[in-house]
């Protein structure tokens, strides 16, 4: 298994390269970023693990000797918020930024598994989509925008509720996009069963959608979720890399070009949406099927879907018109 990091010396970058440099699964793992790579890929060279590492730069065909062979590559490339900035404001960096690496990925790696971090996923996914359909290369199944730290977050903060010792064992599906209220957290859906007292219910779900601002204000200027993400980033990627050596009953929410994938055309039709998240099963070639779980939104989710819907479709366009008309 071939693993790349496109952005790999930044806040996520890091971190997330350092847990898979750690990781069995990996063989190889390729560095790329447009700074400071060599010094990351010395770095993390030290660690006796398997991943033989590399690190690359764009000078001499670094983003191609970078993504050729690769199985999996993770793109966290791209500017963070600062406080008062919405993910949209990031949009007119970091689009052509994902452009740029997805462009590379349908050159030099077109069947790996692509996962998007980069802000905001709602349109990056989106422009990911566009530039591999325009290259010929388009495999729905395989391209993933990352919406894992919603549910990290959810497992997280219901935790002063259920009181339970390892939170990561609640499993909240968190489903629709990643900004504000297109994040839908699913309670009512959660397992083991959670029981949230009514006057508890709003906070607990604000707390989801806008966690990405606590941790932006907190920083002051410094950016946004790092650590945090590249935990998120990293069981994420973890989950595709097993799925894709045999194992069998991964399921996982993640933002996906609905009509693509197995399932997803009865939640596109029901959410109007193309790309939305929703918990996917994973197999070999990426994902197997998507689950409707919008059916079973209770009235109180339902009314929080009606918002996520409105939002979300503006996003998504505006991914698709920017690599249609390009600016
Ligand atoms: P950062 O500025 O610390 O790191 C970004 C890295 O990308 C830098 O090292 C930069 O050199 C690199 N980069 C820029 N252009 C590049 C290019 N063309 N090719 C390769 N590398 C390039 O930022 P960060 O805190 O790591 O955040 C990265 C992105 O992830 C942001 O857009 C942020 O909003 C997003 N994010 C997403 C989630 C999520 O849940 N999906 C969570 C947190 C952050
Ligand atoms: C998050 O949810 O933490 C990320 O999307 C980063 C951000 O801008 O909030």
Redesign the pocket.
């Known amino acids: 298994m071939k693993a790349v990091v496109a952005g790999a010396s930044g806040g996520i970058g890091q971190p997330l390269s350092l847990l898979l440099k750690a990781c069995p699964l990996v063989d190889k793992l390729a560095l790329y970023d447009v700074v400071n790579t060599p010094g990351v890929t010395a770095d993390l060279s030290h660690i006796s693990s398997i991943a033989q590492i590399e690190g690359y730069l764009p000078a001499d065909d670094g983003m191609k000797k970078a993504l050729t062979g690769a199985d999996i590559v993770v793109i966290p490339a791209g500017i ?2 600062k406080p008062g ?1 919405t ?1 949209d404001d ?1 949009f007119k960096i970091n689009a052509g930024i994902v452009q740029g690496l997805v462009q590379g990925c349908a050159e030099h790696c077109p069947d790996a598994y692509i996962l998007v971090i980069s ?1 905001p ?1 709602n349109s990056t996914v989106p422009i990911a989509a566009e530039v591999l359909k325009k290259a010929g290369k388009f495999n729905a199944k395989k391209l993933f925008g990352v919406t894992t ?2 549910v990290v ?1 959810s497992e997280t903060f219901v935790q002063s509720i259920t009181g339970e010792r390892d939170p990561s064992k609640t499993v909240i599906p968190v489903i629709g996009g ?2 504000g209220e297109t994040i839908v957290p699913l309670f009512s859906q959660a397992k083991p069963a959670v029981k949230i007292p009514e006057d508890k219910l709003d906070a607990l779900v604000n707390r989801v959608q806008f ?3 606590e ?2 204000k907190a920083k002051d200027g410094a950016g ?2 790092t650590l ?2 590249a935990y998120a980033g990293y069981r994420f990627a973890e989950k595709v890399m097993k799925a894709a050596k045999g194992e069998s009953g991964i399921i996982e929410p993640t933002f996906m070009y609905l009509p693509g994938v197995p399932g997803g055309d009865e939640i596109a039709k029901a959410t109007g949406c193309e790309y939305f998240s929703v918990p996917v099963e994973l197999g070999k070639e990426g994902a197997l099927k998507a689950t409707n779980i919008v059916k079973d939104a209770n009235d109180y989710e339902k009314k929080l879907l009606e918002k996520c819907y409105e939002g979300l479709k503006g996003n998504i366009s505006k991914g698709i018109d920017f690599v249609a008309n390009p600016p």
Request: aromatic share 0%; net charge positive; hydrophobic share 40%.
């Open positions: 963070p918020r900035m993910r990031l802000n996923v730290l919603d977050r990643h900004s966690g990405g601002d941790v932006v946004s979720a945090s993400m």
